[in-house]
């Protein structure tokens, strides 16, 4: 919820034609007593902006399964209609029972005859701009083909976007849609492609992907190839209980392309991958850039049986795989490796930016929120992560919020600047624990909390532990001092070991939960401006007192004067 597009501040009055399920036959669309029939409509050239009553829509009467609803370029589907309005303004967006429903259940009740494809933009010829558009609809009910060779049949059940080709474009706003029930090999709901290319960047505004299932992509599947380019566009969205073996919500894949899709304002929630990425699932192959974006967007209730709970990110060699993360929740996701996040990167170039986030009651077996993955000779995993807070994560193995793995000659070295762990727990490294054994495993820390963090079985390694890896912390809070290794280097500047007097973790503003520092904590003033990051996790400027605070959040009401000496004497 929060952003809205209104269909009929972009709807003409000229070409509007009146739809029905069950029209009259000699219907010709001018008024509501005398409207068409849907496909009539589209096919109809002079037809340009659609107004579809309430009811069930099915592309065929008949059975055959290649029938969809293709809407042309510069075409307006809208719905929602109770049939009597006069303009688009007069519907009543809200009233569930005039729901205009797209279904692909034709043939017999059962769901496996059902339309490969319910609704298709194909811009492959001409170009679809976002001018076309689909909008107060559900889409529902497609069944792709079961046969892996079969596409595109065997893709995108619910909506099929291409724009492949040289000249391709497939680029239409959808407004205001809800996307169910649908099931494909790949992508679900939806399947975007480019190649050749071609470029895919369909606009989302309020859309809704529930209860979609695929092999990859449950509800979504972006993929472009050959120098295709997919790009989707979402805006107030919401995913939940879509499921895949890969990416139980959407999936990435660029080969020798971009794949850099934008999704801002939304949720996932309890979407479920049987292997690799509970949400989301990126993968970069063969000179690929795969760069999604998402900012003010909650990550709750994801997971995977095997890694990523929530977002799995691969880039092979020569490609990059870099998502972003700028104002995110990730709460009660869980995998076997990294309960919300498992980066991992082949390529050398991809470096996972997260910013102003949370990560909060997360579990795995290692890397409660993260596992950051290194190892072997080919990879190289260097995330960077500023204004985030850790709280509360677990791990039945190791590393109850972050595991580091750059061992087996590769390297993991994440960088962490003003973040804040506290209550997180694991066998080894309640906070973070590295492995770099025959590798290279080297975590930097610059104002950075760490505190109340536990290790059940060496309580030494409660904040951080290792194997053979290193680790400097420069301008930090950490319970029990400097932490020491016993097989690789810690490297301490300035850590201040006095209770920072954090306050419990709760909205003190901003998109995520926070915890304060106490006015006469530790934190106040003691970090290093020229490392410090210029605003906090809220967004609030840096510094507000003589100098920043240590930890991902700056507080606006203490005193230069509240600590003395950074050592913590008084």
């Known amino acids: 919820a929060g952003f809205e597009m209104d269909a009929a501040g972009v709807a003409g009055a000229a070409g509007v034609w009146r739809v029905r399920p069950n029209p009259t036959a000699a219907g010709h669309g001018t008024t509501w007593g005398s409207a068409m029939a849907l496909q009539t409509a589209l096919n109809d050239p002079s037809c340009e902006q659609l107004w579809l009553a309430r009811g069930l829509y099915t592309p065929t009467s008949g059975a055959d399964r290649s029938i969809s609803f ?7 589907v809208l719905g929602h209609f109770a049939g009597t309005e006069t303009d688009p303004g007069q519907r009543k967006l809200d009233e569930s029972s005039w729901e205009t429903a797209l279904s692909g259940e034709i043939g017999t009740s059962v769901q496996t005859d059902n ?25 529902t009910k497609g069944f792709s083909s079961t046969d892996a060779y079969d596409y595109p049949n065997n893709a995108g059940a619910g909506v099929f976007c291409d724009g492949s080709g040289s000249a391709g474009r497939c680029s239409p706003t959808l407004s205001n849609v809800r996307i169910t029930d649908n099931t494909a090999l790949n992508g679900g709901g939806m399947f975007n492609v480019a190649a050749n290319g071609g470029q895919s960047q ?21 993929a472009a190839t050959k120098f295709g380019r997919v790009n989707p566009i979402l805006i107030s969205y919401d995913f939940a209980d879509n499921s895949a073996v890969y990416g139980g919500a959407i999936y990435n894949e660029a080969d020798e392309a971009t794949i850099s899709p934008v999704l801002i304002g939304g949720t996932f929630f309890d979407n479920s991958a049987t292997q690799l990425g509970g949400a989301v699932y990126n993968k970069a192959s063969t000179s690929a850039w795969v760069d999604p974006n998402f900012t003010n967007t909650r990550f709750s209730s994801n997971s995977a049986t095997q890694a990523g709970g929530a977002v799995y990110s691969l880039g092979e060699v020569g490609s990059t795989s870099r998502p972003e993360f700028h104002n995110v929740d990730f709460y009660l996701n869980d995998a076997n490796l990294g309960g919300a996040l498992f980066n991992a990167d082949v390529g050398n170039f991809g ?3 997260v910013e102003r986030a949370t990560f909060r009651a997360n579990h795995a077996v290692d ?14 995993t260097d995330p960077a992560l500023v204004n985030v807070t850790f709280h509360g994560n677990s791990a039945s193995g190791n590393g109850g919020a972050v ?74 809070i950490v319970e029990g001092g400097c932490p020491v290794s016993a097989q690789g ?44 990051a210029t605003v906090d996790q809220r ?14 959040v700056e507080s606006t009401g203490q005193v230069s004067s509240d600590i003395i000496f950074q050592n913590g004497f008084e």
């Open 367 to 380: 890397g409660g929120a993260i596992y950051n993955y290194g190892k072997g000779s080919n990879y190289s």
């Open 202 to 222: 369909p606009q989302l505004w309020s859309a809704e992907f529930r209860n979609n299932t695929a092999l990859k992509g449950g509800a979504m599947f972006n």
């Open 70 to 76: 293709h809407i042309r370029p510069g075409v307006e």
């Open 403 to 476: 595991y580091n793995d750059g061992s087996d000659y590769g390297a993991a070295n994440p960088r962490f600047s003003n973040a804040t762990f506290s209550n997180n727990s694991a066998r080894h490294g309640g906070a973070i624990y590295s492995n770099g054994h025959n590798g290279n495993s080297h975590t930097t820390l610059n104002n950075v909390i760490l505190w109340q963090n536990m290790a059940s079985q060496d309580a030494g390694t409660a904040q951080m532990g290792d194997n053979d890896a290193d680790a400097t912390l420069n301008d930090s």
């Open 115 to 139: 339309s490969y494809h319910v609704v298709v933009f194909d811009g492959t010829s001409n170009p679809i701009s976002p001018d076309t558009m689909l909008a107060d609809v559900t889409v």
């Open 351 to 353: 470096a996972v930016v």
């Open 489 to 532: 280097t810690i490297t301490c500047s300035n850590v201040i070991s006095i209770d920072p007097q954090l306050g419990p973790l709760a909205d003190n503003g901003g998109f995520t939960l926070t915890r304060l520092p106490g006015a006469s904590g530790s934190a106040i003033d003691a970090g290093n401006d020229s490392t410090c």
């Open 539 to 552: 967004g609030t400027a840096r510094p507000q007192g003589a100098h920043c605070d240590i930890g991902a």
